[in-house]
């Protein structure tokens, strides 16, 4: 899936790219010619290449690597030849980004790729790494999108929480922004007409629930999230299991809350059936 992900997004990258610089007839972007195509953009500087591994760097590509790209100097130097907009000023600084972020952008990905295939027409407006404002402060998430059913619109918002984010950035997040944009219908009200659904995109289901938890708790039992592990986003939309967090009951008659549980639940809204 991840493979599919990233060749998908290259041979977009590659078709603005060779399209703006109209030498190229679209039938070089086949996947039959798709490693021939990178290679020779590899070599052109019009693409450049890397890998994420947990053991320093490596003088040579390891066969079973997940290979990324980005745009090179040659293919902004091509753009820039055709257009003097402000977005193309770039600098080799600009496109450096933490390992983790490329993680969440990576799991984002795979998640709207999985959502278009459940639910296709009826997927609306999906927007990656989109910024909402609550007074005078800043919030990003992962992604918004919209799910129509029939002329009715259901506002969703996705948060990919990855490990490394547990339990100190992700409580970080909840206290200094969240809890504010989420419990504020003054704040999200600016952007929706009905409260939307947090989707939380986590690794594993350990993960999962200590994400809930938090979240939970430090929002004073908000309750409009479900919860959605990698492994079940490769496996389709269609067969997958969202997670309802459960909150302890015995949590009011005792001073240290205990973590509640996780209970496996369909969406039929998210997996393209009827709700």
Same mark, same amino acid.
């Given at each position: 899936m991840a493979k599919t992900v990233l060749k998908v997004l290259i041979i977009a990258l590659a078709a603005l790219v060779l399209t703006v610089g109209g030498y190229v007839a679209y039938?070089? +972007?086949? !996947?039959?010619?798709?490693?021939?195509?990178?290679?020779?953009?590899? &070599? /052109?500087? /019009?693409?450049?290449? %890397?890998?994420?591994? *947990?053991?320093?760097?490596? @003088? /040579?590509?390891? &066969?079973? =690597? %997940?290979?990324?790209?980005?745009?090179? %100097?040659?293919? +902004?130097?091509i753009l820039k030849h055709f257009t003097n907009s402000d977005w193309l000023t770039w600098f $080799? $600084?600009?496109?450096?980004?933490?390992?983790?972020?490329?993680?969440? !952008?990576?799991s984002t990905g795979e998640f709207y790729l999985a959502l278009l295939k459940a639910q296709g027409s009826a997927l609306r407006g999906f927007k990656a790494t989109t910024d909402l404002s609550f007074g005078h402060r800043d919030i990003r998430f992962s992604a918004t999108f919209e799910i129509m059913q029939g002329y009715t619109g259901h506002p969703f918002i996705l948060e990919?929480?990855?490990?490394?984010?547990?339990?100190?950035?992700?409580? @970080?997040?909840? @206290?200094?922004? +969240?809890v504010h944009f989420v419990c504020g219908p003054?704040?999200?009200?600016?952007? !929706?007409?009905? &409260?939307p659904v947090y989707i939380f995109l986590c690794e594993n289901e350990q993960d999962a629930l200590e994400t809930a938890d938090l979240f939970y708790r430090? $929002?004073?039992?908000? &309750?409009? %999230?479900?919860?959605? $592990?990698?492994? *079940?986003?490769?496996?389709?939309? @269609?067969? =997958?299991?969202?997670?309802? !967090?459960?909150?302890?009951?015995?949590n009011a008659e005792e001073e240290a809350p205990k973590m509640g549980t996780l209970q496996a639940v369909k969406s039929s809204l998210l997996a393209g059936g009827a709700a």
């Open positions: 039938v070089m +972007l086949s !996947y039959d010619r798709l490693d021939d195509n990178l290679a020779r953009m590899l &070599e /052109e500087r /019009e693409v450049n290449s %890397f890998f994420l591994n *947990q053991v320093g760097q490596l @003088d /040579e590509t390891p &066969e079973d =690597a %997940f290979i990324m790209y980005c745009m090179d %100097f040659g293919g +902004l130097a $080799t $600084t600009d496109s450096v980004r933490k390992s983790g972020l490329v993680q969440k !952008y990576l990919s929480v990855r490990s490394f984010d547990l339990p100190m950035d992700w409580r @970080d997040k909840i @206290d200094n922004k +969240l003054k704040h999200w009200g600016k952007y !929706y007409s009905k &409260e430090r $929002t004073d039992g908000k &309750e409009n %999230f479900r919860l959605i $592990t990698d492994d *079940q986003v490769k496996l389709g939309l @269609d067969k =997958a299991k969202f997670l309802k !967090y459960i909150p302890n009951p015995d």
